[in-house]
């Protein structure tokens, strides 16, 4: 029987209630990114993405990456890297 993503607590900076969020989503509210999977032109666009709009949204702070991956495309790889420099 699969467990599927657990849900964690979160609440928005102002608001009085928090609300049920899956894990992934908690942690990536905390600019906690994770890769766990082969590396492949569309992941790593949206990877890319989501790296380029959190610099945006705060440059002061930093993001982390998390790999797990057992492997991929190589260019798609070096277009990672070079979003994180």
Do not use: H
């Amino acid at each position: 029987m699969p467990i599927g993503v657990p849900k964690v607590p979160y609440r928005l900076p102002g608001e009085d209630t928090a609300q049920w969020v899956d894990l992934y989503n908690r942690l990536y509210r905390d600019r906690i990114l994770f890769l766990c999977q082969d590396l492949d032109d569309e992941l790593a666009n949206q990877l890319i993405g989501i790296m380029l709009y959190l610099n945006a949204e705060d440059k002061s702070q930093e993001i982390f990456l998390y790999i797990n991956s057992p492997g991929g495309s190589v260019t798609c790889g070096i277009g990672v890297y070079d979003a994180m420099n």
